[in-house]
T-cell receptor, first 113, second 115 residues
Framework: DAGVIQSPRHEVTEMGQEVTLRCKPI?????LFWYRQTMMRGLELLIYFNNNVPIDDSGMPEDRFSAKMPNASFSTLKIQPSEPRDSAVYFCASTEQGVYGYTFGSGTRLTVV | AQKVTQAQTEISVVEKEDVTLDCVYE???????LFWYKQPPSGELVFLIR??????QNEISGRYSWNFQKSTSSFNFTITASQVVDSAVYFCALSDENRDDKIIFGKGTRLHILP
């Protein structure tokens, strides 16, 4: 299994631009999670999906952030418009529902200048 | 509310020393899961262990061992005979049965193993 695949690995963008981060979970995993990691706040859960349905998006910091999961094998996290304070590493993780413990992707390092 | 506290922000030890990373958790639930993850300098998050709340047996895996004590709400991680490759940030985490697999992470402990 290829594991959880995130793209791109690195993204540098200018303030105000739209940014889309992508995630392909492990086949058969029906829960997907988006986390953000910063020095100040550590690992924060932004949103998670069960069976492609968003369950809890209370961690999404602002309306500029949105996430979708159109099918079981793909999810996106979009920031529009991006701001310098959005600079962070964004991780996607997946698991089988009821199996406690995730497999994480390698992360996307986002820099907004 | 759930909470995970890793009071040690950063630890440095000399290679071959033993080191213990502390983790204290809070939850109102009787069924929950505890985890440790490792984040090496390359940045990925590597799963190390999962322990459920009904299993208080200590676990040993090579040079790694974990001490789970419900009485003190602690789940400490010990590395014996540390090696430079153990240098990483280590995260303790908590999930309970009623939260749809959501995992709450501590702030992490950065471990430096000095040659």
């Amino acid at each position: 299994d290829a594991g959880v695949i995130q793209s791109p690995r690195h993204e540098v963008t200018e303030m105000g631009q739209e940014v889309t981060l992508r995630c392909k979970p492990i086949s058969g995993h029906n829960s997907l999670f988006w986390y953000r990691q910063t020095m100040m706040r550590g690992l924060e859960l932004l949103i998670y999906f069960n069976n492609n349905v968003p369950i809890d998006d209370s961690g999404m910091p602002e309306d500029r952030f949105s996430a979708k999961m159109p099918n079981a094998s793909f999810s996106t996290l979009k920031i529009q418009p991006s701001e310098p304070r959005d600079s962070a590493v964004y991780f996607c993780a997946s698991t089988e529902q009821g199996v406690y413990g995730y497999t994480f992707g390698s992360g996307t390092r986002l820099t907004v200048v | 509310a759930q909470k995970v506290t890793q009071a040690q922000t950063e630890i440095s030890v000399v290679e071959k020393e033993d080191v213990t990373l502390d983790c204290v958790y809070e939850t109102r639930d009787t069924t929950y899961y505890l985890f440790w993850y490792k984040q090496p300098p390359s940045g990925e998050l590597v799963f190390l262990i999962r322990r459920n709340s009904f299993d208080e047996q200590n676990e040993i895996s090579g040079r790694y061992s974990w001490n789970f004590q419900k009485s003190t709400s602690s789940f400490n991680f010990t590395i014996t005979a540390s090696q430079v490759v153990d240098s990483a940030v280590y995260f303790c985490a908590l999930s309970d049965e009623n939260r749809d697999d959501k995992i709450i992470f501590g702030k992490g402990t950065r471990l430096h193993i000095l040659p």
